[in-house]
């Protein structure tokens, strides 16, 4: 692992390309490798996510050997979950992260607190998962029934847009998004979202495929995205072009020290990154001061 702190005193050591609008733009309007109309690229991508919905989680333990749950895992412990915190939890419909930050501040409350006081707390805890996809939602809503978490108030399901949300200014503890970024139009109008709707001394947090840079390992990461995974679609979910998309998105996303420059660009100070397995996932984290 990797960990690298990003500076605005860097800006001036890089050229002007690396903050040009027209990459943004271009980044802004591929589905995959394709160029398409910004118009239609969230419902491009809608359409991918509707259709894996109900296999998503098999197929993420498949894909990862199930590291994804060490690495949501990871996100969740730089998050400092706390009783009584406002999060908000992006492009998280199946309730992967948002159950961890409830579980976490439930482990925190049997440890600390008196079992009225705890009570109390849990209710005044509010976790709102928020996804543009409802059938991702559908399927976070049906997970938390199965896990005892149905009738938990603390736990607020929202169909909405990474790039326009609904909440207030200054209104969240904390905000999480998980593999999700990537898939978004614009990626600086979703940064900018989250700081608009973070309190001063809230943290952004997000957890994204990435890029590796060992040539060997580039090599047979490389081969395993695009051989193995879009056939693993195919044999599992009945969906190779879904996965194919999936793996060529995150060829087009901004490397790491691209993506913690755009991040400090919509405001945010103290940003730093992580890199998990080689730079195969990333955690990006900021404060909002």
């Known amino acids: ?5 990003i500076t605005r005193n860097l800006r001036s050591k890089l050229t002007p390309n690396f903050y040009s609008a027209s990459l943004l733009h271009s980044h802004a309007t591929s589905f995959g490798f394709k160029e398409v109309r910004e118009e239609e690229k969230s419902q491009m991508v809608g359409n991918v996510f509707s259709n ?29 979950p706390f009783a009584g915190m406002k999060h908000l939890d992006v492009a998280g419909g199946t309730g992967d992260v948002a159950f961890r930050i409830l579980e976490t501040i439930n482990s ?44 938990d108030k603390s736990l607020i399901w929202v169909e909405g847009d990474a790039e326009a949300l609904s909440f207030q200014d200054g209104s ?39 890029h590796v840079e060992v040539p060997f390992f580039k090599q047979l990461y490389d081969y395993y995205s695009f051989s193995v995974i879009p056939a693993m679609g195919e044999l599992v979910a009945g969906d190779k072009q879904s996965y194919q998309y999936l793996v060529e998105s995150i060829r ?10 755009m991040i400090a660009d919509a405001g945010f100070q103290k940003v730093e990154y992580e890199n998990l ?3 195969v996932v990333a955690i990006h984290s900021g404060l909002k001061f």
């Open 1 to 5: 692992m990797a960990l690298r702190i």
């Open 108 to 151: 925190i409350n049997r440890r600390v607190m008196l079992e009225s006081l705890e009570d109390d707390l849990q209710q005044e805890t509010q976790i709102y998962i928020c996804d543009i996809n409802p059938n991702m939602l559908n399927v976070g809503k049906k997970r938390a029934l199965q896990r005892g978490f149905g009738e």
């Open 252 to 261: 087009r996303f901004p490397p790491q020290e691209k993506f913690a420059s």
């Open 52 to 80: 894996v919905a109900s296999s998503y989680d098999l197929m993420n333990d498949l894909m990862s050997a199930g590291l994804h749950r060490l690495w949501k895992d990871r996100l969740v412990s730089k998050l400092h």
């Open 172 to 210: 969240m503890d904390g905000y999480t998004i998980a593999f999700g970024i990537r898939n978004v139009t614009h990626i600086e109008k979703a940064l900018s979202e989250a700081y608009r709707v973070l309190k001063r001394g809230g943290r952004f947090l997000c957890l994204e495929l990435s």
């Open 277 to 279: 397995v080689g730079g």
